[in-house]
DNA sequence: GGCATATTTTCCATATTGCGCGATCGATTG
DNA sequence: CAATCGATCGCGCAATATGGAAAATATGCC
């Protein structure tokens, strides 16, 4: 909302204002209506409107004359989609990431009938573990695992989550907040999914505790898991800083607009 | 090319011209490349350039100081497809499908020069890593891409079509069911619309069977396709039922009856 | 480490071109 | 049929986009 960088077009802000307005909506629109709500008089949205349809970026429909996206701009994001790498890119922040929180920061995707780490940025508190790149996480005992457990697909995650079931049943001792029943397996993913990331304090790895949050994709399923490891429990509370850069960080890195 | 509107922003129309210029390449570009591409002096590509990363359309990659879309252009897309309704009336349905057919479902339209990923509704069956949301798929070697050499219109496949007939005539082994003439292509696409879906059996992503049918709209031209792969190659045999599951989807969501 | 090259970014005078206002046209309503 | 609302077009003026080249920056080479 600031001024913003001097260098560019007036005329090319001036419209692709009114193309990202146009996307915020859930339809089409008259030109009256998109003026108004841009704040510019209505000739000078008629002219952009019709260069933009020119370039098969924005339609009128039928003799209603109200304009929408057009066609171009789905391949234009489509383009955009296609070459947008989950993974590296958040890779690249992970880092910085580590630097703001002095955390350490994982990375994980779902692989192996597991969450697997496939990044591992340390902090400066040398958090010496027996886990590096390639481990895979449990399912229901990690807070990487939970994230998967909360957010994605039934389907991938099912072989795993049985087998761990049959693993707590046989061993309740390992399981000290969760009940080997699908309904209490429910009521914690829908907790996870409520707060925005998962977390364990200290029960599964004495004296390390850990936050997660999910990078989602546009169908709001996950595509990888970034983790905060450390040794104090109050910095996986809701209210830390940590957790609050954590969910900044995946926030901006996912692409669905609710995280609902 | 005869479509001349005189109306609409001079400089729109270039900066829009760069934008979808920037769209057809498959990866980032220097500055230079993208002015030497469009005719236009680097200076004037800069300003756009300036322009579109404020509005987050473009962005300029670390220190390579290469130029990529942005995270709006996602935005833009994903706008544009929630106001397809065939998109929209497919992707509901999607997980019943692939519920009931045990396979991995996939929705794709035809946008970036092939058959793009937009749906993807994971089953038990093994995840291939390396496709995801987004991928573009090829047009002879999947059965998503063969659903739109058949169904699609000659003019928007055409230019992938050739590229692939190269590729195919450079390296035959990788297509061992079609040879790159016209006429071979003519008889496959023939005999996929005869038979009203397409099929791969595992001869291109070892170990994979895929089977694709079109959602067509009025004229008869294909929309969408819907894909379901798996494991077995008996599943996608004419007789199979998830193949008659996957006919009897998408003849529900096409407009049109009649496959002919 | 320092020079040479390639590429990106900024600057500036000029006239091209986008802007606002108002008129026209078309459609829909009472 | 008159009246109203919204979309489209024309016009003169001044703001502003333009292109060339210089400055800054990154990259390669010895």
Redesign the pocket.
């Given at each position: 909302m600031a001024e913003e960088n001097g260098?560019?077009?007036?005329?090319?802000q001036?419209?692709l204002g009114v193309l990202t307005f146009m996307a915020r909506q859930s339809g089409p629109l008259?030109?009256?209506?998109i003026?108004r709500n841009c704040g510019?008089?209505?000739?000078?949205v008629?002219?952009?409107?019709?260069s933009f349809t020119q370039a098969g970026l924005a339609r009128?429909e039928g003799?209603?004359?109200?304009y929408d996206l057009g066609p171009e701009a789905m391949q234009l994001g489509l383009a955009a989609l296609a070459r947008n790498d989950f993974v590296n890119r958040t890779a690249d922040g992970l880092p910085d990431l580590a630097l703001d929180t002095s955390m350490t920061a994982l990375l994980s995707v779902w692989a192996n009938e597991g969450a697997t780490v496939v990044r591992w940025e340390r902090s400066v508190s040398p958090t010496v573990t027996s886990m590096g790149l390639g481990t895979t996480l449990p399912l229901l005992t990690s807070a990487t695992g939970r994230v998967f457990l909360a957010w994605s697909q039934k389907a991938p995650i099912q072989a795993t989550l049985d087998s761990e079931l049959r693993r707590a049943a046989r061993n309740p001792a390992l399981f000290p907040d969760v009940a080997p029943t699908r309904a209490s397996i429910a009521r914690l993913s829908g907790e996870i999914r409520e707060r925005g990331y998962a977390t364990v304090d200290g029960q599964y790895i004495p004296g390390l505790v850990a936050a997660a949050a999910p990078i989602l994709d546009w169908q709001g399923e996950v595509q990888a898991a970034v983790t905060l490891v450390g040794v104090d429990p109050a910095s996986v509370l809701p209210n830390a800083p940590q957790v609050q850069a954590l969910l900044a960080f995946c926030r901006g890195r996912s692409v669905v607009r609710e995280i609902a």
């Open positions: 260098s560019g077009l007036k005329s090319l001036a419209a008259t030109l009256s209506e003026a510019m008089p209505v000739s000078k008629h002219r952009y409107l019709a009128q003799r209603s004359g109200r």
